[in-house]
């Protein structure tokens, strides 16, 4: 299925989603004509029905969430006074949002916030949504040995600055490269740096390891797009509204980790890490392509969902004689 054929289906059956969400809020409106508005309880009890319709959504959480996004209030406040009233701006802006997400739009794009590790992020359609399981590749860069030492990172494709704020918040006496060829996704990324405060990460418009000097890095993590060309997964979920630049990557999803593993080690000092994030079906061909390019040792990390996620393989150390192996 082509992703404009999903797009329309996605319409069609958003359409009869939100006729039977305002079929059930305008009879309760009309029978309620004495009242200044609808209670937060019963939009909120409304929305979640309807977002349950949709597949990978998590309906209750959405529903708060939008509230708070047409509201301005809090989570705990919504929570609290459940019997309170929405007034019309609130009710027409919630009511906004609501046909956006039921027609498929991303939940992070309606709200413009995305949380990931202890950060809460601006995205944008121009960035990947940044997932749970990505938090992995910040996990193994926090296990480097001696964290008090001086380290260079660099984070490929940044896309919103994610993985690189993140290691960044965490080891602030590090030196954090974030690259990425789109100038959209570099600014997104440039405000989420500002944002959290950071003065340890450079942001560089590049072609994955392209402006990157050789030997430089101890470490080096990217979330590059892996998913294949033909896969039918891209007209599902929130895939057919995020940019296609950071999803798909050849015939078989591998094209833009042959590049990074090809290079890698230029970029690597003796000993440096290279972590990559790929498909739950790609770990084999992926530690193999890091064989094949020269990198020891490579293993799979698994994500919290028991899935092949993350591939680590090293540069060769220094030996005895003052070279690499």
């Not at 919504?78 to 309170?84: F, G, I, R, S, V």
Request: proline share 6%.
């Amino acid at each position: 299925m082509s992703v404009a054929l999903a797009k329309r289906n996605l319409t069609a059956l958003s359409q009869l989603r939100l006729f039977l969400y305002f079929r059930q809020t305008r009879l309760l409106e009309f029978m309620n004509t004495d009242m200044p508005g609808r209670r937060v309880a019963q939009t909120f009890r409304d929305a979640a029905t309807a977002l349950a319709s949709l597949s990978q959504s998590a309906p209750r959480l959405e529903a708060e969430l939008l509230l708070t996004e047409a509201t301005g209030w809090s989570r705990t406040r919504l929570l609290a006074w459940p019997e309170a009233y929405l007034d019309t701006v609130a009710a027409a802006r919630f009511e906004a949002l609501l046909a956006r997400r039921l027609a498929g739009e991303p939940i992070a794009y309606l709200r413009g916030r995305q949380a990931f590790w202890t950060l809460d992020l601006k995205v944008t359609p121009d960035t990947l949504i940044p997932r749970p399981e990505t938090e992995l590749l910040v996990e193994i860069a926090l296990e480097v040995p001696d964290p008090d030492r001086l380290r260079v990172v660099a984070d490929l494709g940044t896309g919103s600055g994610a993985i690189a704020a993140a290691v960044a918040s965490e080891r602030p006496h590090w030196r954090v490269i974030a690259t990425d060829c789109s100038a959209a996704a570099l600014a997104v990324a440039r405000t989420n740096v500002r944002d959290c405060g950071l003065q340890n990460v450079l942001l560089l418009r590049a072609d994955w390891l392209a402006s990157i000097v050789t030997h430089s890095l101890d470490l080096l993590l990217a979330n590059p797009p892996y998913i294949a060309v033909a896969d039918p997964h891209l007209t599902e979920g929130d895939l057919p509204y995020e940019p296609r630049l950071a999803l798909t990557s050849g015939p078989d999803g591998l094209d833009a980790i042959r590049r990074i593993a090809g290079t890698a080690l230029r970029c690597l000092r003796p000993g440096g890490l290279l972590a990559v994030e790929h498909g739950f079906d790609q770990g084999n061909a992926v530690r193999q392509l890091f064989r094949d390019r020269g990198l020891l040792d490579p293993e799979t990390r698994r994500d919290l969902a028991g899935l092949d996620r993350v591939a680590l393989g090293w540069a060769p150390p220094i030996s005895h004689g003052g070279q690499s192996q």
